[in-house]
C-alpha cells in the first residue's frame, strides 16, 4: 500500500506536541497544523492526519471534525480513553487507526511507523471481527456481493486480501503464504486491476464497505 509522505498534527498551540516530537524523534515528515490551515488546502492521499481525542467521545461534534479533516487526508485519531472509544465504530467510519493515552512508547513509536506505511492502527482482534462481520472468515471464500466480491479473484488472492487487511506487508505475506515476495507482487497488481483499485489503501477501504453499501461518511451520521 502506498506510504504517507507526512504527518499533519491537528493543534491550536504554537508550542509542538508531544507527538509531533515523538514522530520527529522517529524521523518522520511532521508538520502541527490548526484546523483551518489545514482545511484550506486540497485533499492529498500523501497526507496522514492525527487528531488528538483526550477524553473525547465519538459525538455529533467530533464527528462533523473527523469528517471535514478526512477531506484532506487519511486520519487517525491518538491520546484515546479505552473506556469512552469503541475502536470497532472507528474503523467501520474508516479512521485509519486509534492510540490509546496508555500506549507504551515503544508501541507508539512503532504504531506511527505502521500508519505512516499506510497500513491500518487496529488490534487484530478488531480487523478479524470486521472481516468476520463482512463474510471474509479464514475459513470461507469471499462470495459477497460488492465490487471487490464480484471480482473474478483465485483463492489465492482472496487469501492476499484478508492478509492485507490484517495490516500484512508483502514479505509477510509471501512467509505466510510459502511464495516468494515478486509473486506476492503479482498477485497484488492482478488484484488491483480485478477490483479496480489502485493502491493498497483504496482495496482495504473496498473491503471495509458494508455488502452492497458506499463508504461510509462521518458527516452522514446522525
Not at 491500518?120 to 470461507?140: I, K, M, P, Y
Request: net charge neutral.
Amino acid at each position: 500500500m502506498d506510504k504517507y509522505q507526512k504527518l499533519i498534527v491537528i493543534s491550536a498551540k504554537e508550542q509542538w506536541s508531544h507527538l509531533c516530537l515523538l514522530a520527529q524523534a522517529a524521523g518522520l515528515n511532521v508538520q502541527q497544523q490548526t484546523v483551518d490551515a489545514l482545511t484550506s488546502q486540497a485533499y492529498d492521499e500523501h497526507l496522514l492526519i492525527a487528531v488528538d481525542f483526550t477524553g473525547q467521545k465519538l459525538d455529533r461534534s467530533s464527528l462533523q471534525l473527523l469528517a471535514q479533516l478526512q477531506q484532506h487526508g487519511g486520519v487517525f485519531i491518538y491520546q484515546v480513553d479505552r473506556h469512552l472509544i469503541e475502536e470497532a465504530a472507528c474503523l467501520r467510519l474508516g479512521l485509519r487507526g486509534v492510540l490509546y493515552r496508555d500506549l507504551p512508547l515503544d508501541q507508539l513509536m512503532l504504531a506511527l511507523r505502521t500508519l505512516m506505511c499506510g497500513q491500518l492502527a487496529f488490534s487484530l482482534e478488531v480487523l478479524s471481527n470486521r472481516l468476520d462481520e463482512l463474510g471474509v472468515s479464514s475459513a470461507e471464500p469471499l462470495d459477497n456481493q460488492s465490487t471487490l466480491f464480484n471480482a473474478t479473484l483465485t483463492k489465492q488472492e482472496k487469501r492476499i486480501i484478508r492478509l492485507v487487511a490484517q495490516g500484512a506487508r508483502n514479505k509477510e505475506i509471501a512467509t505466510e503464504l510459502h511464495i516468494s515476495a515478486h509473486t506476492v507482487k503479482a498477485h497484488m497488481a492482478a488484484i488491483f486491476r480485478k477490483t479496480q483499485v489502485r493502491n493498497r489503501v483504496e482495496l482495504l477501504r473496498l473491503v471495509q464497505l458494508p455488502v452492497g453499501g458506499q463508504l461510509t461518511d462521518f458527516a452522514r451520521l446522525d
